[in-house]
């Protein structure tokens, strides 16, 4: 597998991947609008997000998450790595893909000098929650949304 950071040929597969996490979308399906195209370089040309992609040796890409790299004052001014669009493709789970692509942007994120990762996910994602925390996430917190 292939560890790297997306490039806009990608977006499509992401957005399958996105799309519907019970099945597998057909990448060539996805509407590429002038959204996602401007959300995509907006990512692509921040130095604190990266969107991430595990890829298969043939191309096909199985896997992606999005890096964002925050400083704050908290924690002692140190960076935090803030994990989101987490997923495997629904045909590919339970071979270890998922364990590679967090231990790998995990690895990142420390080589870039953050001392956390923090993710979010939605409540109904139950099995999501308990491979989290198979890989060490703890639950610390309740978050909040508001929809602008």
Request: with cysteine.
């Amino acid at each position: 597998m292939i560890f790297r950071t997306a490039v806009r040929a990608d977006l499509p597969a992401i957005l399958a991947l996105l799309a519907d996490e019970d099945r597998v979308a057909d990448p060539a399906t996805m509407v590429v609008d002038a959204t996602y195209e401007r959300a995509f370089a907006a990512v692509d040309a921040d130095p604190r997000n990266e969107m991430l992609v595990l890829v298969e040796d043939d191309g096909t890409v199985v896997g992606c998450v999005q890096a964002t790299y925050i400083p704050g004052l908290g924690r002692r001014g140190e960076e935090r790595a803030l994990l989101e669009a987490v997923r495997i493709r629904a045909d590919r789970r339970g071979a270890g893909l998922g364990r590679d692509l967090i231990g790998r942007a995990v690895a990142r994120a420390r080589d870039r000098g953050c001392t956390l990762v923090q993710l979010t996910s939605n409540k109904r994602r139950t099995e999501a929650h308990r491979f989290y925390a198979s890989l060490g996430f703890e639950r610390s917190h309740d978050g909040f949304k508001l929809a602008l």
